[in-house]
T-cell receptor, first 118, second 114 residues
Framework: GAGVSQSPRYKVAKRGQDVALRCDPI?????LFWYQQALGQGPEFLTY????????KSGLPSDRFFAERPEGSVSTLKIQRTQQEDSAVYLC????????????????FGQGTRLTVV | AQSVTQLDSHVSVSEGTPVLLRCNYS??????LFWYVQHPNKGLQLLLK??????LVKGINGFEAEFKKSETSFHLTKPSAHMSDAAEYFC????????????FGKGTRLHILP
């Protein structure tokens, strides 16, 4: 597709349930980011991939959060044993990063997945 | 490590008057700076970006921003506000030459008064 695609758009989970959120980045984009945006807040960094390598996962709030991008394209953010405080919009973005120079072009964002834990 | 501070959580202006949304950044390297807009229930949209070319950057919808290294600022302006400008605005920083991690400010909600 032309843009970053996230699925599902909306997810309601019972507390304690595991969820998996999918991100399809723009084809050929090297960098992929996951953000968590709580209601009324700015996006908070969760994790970052260059191709299949997870270079930074410092923003993952607990070991219940896990992200992968095994083939350097589609990424999945998994949350185990969901808690109410996990309720947020999860945003995925991709960018055409130019190798080690780290020159940014633009990060294109998906519409997000709104997770509600009840 | 890079960081970004948006000085105002809410800004209210009357339609037709100038807009100023303030942003200060901290960066260990040579930063790239961006402004994104988020309308209710919509995705994030890039307004403009600075990547070491001209310090005055023009974006979409009449917005512009000026990179001032001495002040570590990247304030967003628009000469005349329109009702459709009401939204949340995010200042974003990324360290070039280090990695491509991008960091958001907490956002400024712009209210347009009729």
């Amino acid at each position: 597709g032309a843009g970053v695609s996230q699925s599902p758009r909306y997810k309601v989970a019972k507390r304690g349930q595991d969820v998996a959120l999918r991100c399809d980045p723009i084809s050929g984009h090297v960098s992929l980011f996951w953000y968590q945006q709580a209601l009324g807040q700015g996006p908070e960094f969760l994790t970052y991939f260059q191709n299949e390598a997870q270079l930074d996962k410092s923003g993952l709030p607990s070991d219940r959060f896990f992200a992968e991008r095994p083939e350097g394209s589609v990424s999945t953010l998994k949350i185990q044993r969901t808690q109410q405080e996990d309720s947020a919009v999860y945003l995925c973005a991709s960018s055409l990063a130019l190798g080690l120079t780290g020159i940014n072009t633009e990060a294109f964002f998906g519409q997000g997945t709104r997770l509600t834990v009840v | 490590a890079q960081s970004v501070t948006q000085l105002d959580s809410h800004v209210s202006v009357s339609e037709g008057t100038p807009v100023l949304l303030r942003c200060n950044y901290s960066s260990s390297y040579s930063p790239s700076l961006f402004w994104y807009v988020q309308h209710p229930n919509k995705g994030l949209q890039l307004l403009l970006k600075y990547t070491s070319a001209a310090t005055l950057v023009k974006g979409i919808n009449g917005f512009e921003a000026e990179f001032k290294k001495s002040e570590t600022s990247f304030h967003l302006t628009k000469p005349s506000a329109h009702m459709s400008d009401a939204a949340e605005y995010f200042c974003v920083v990324s360290d070039r030459g280090r990695d491509d991690k991008i960091i958001f400010g907490k956002g400024t909600r712009l209210h347009i008064l009729p």
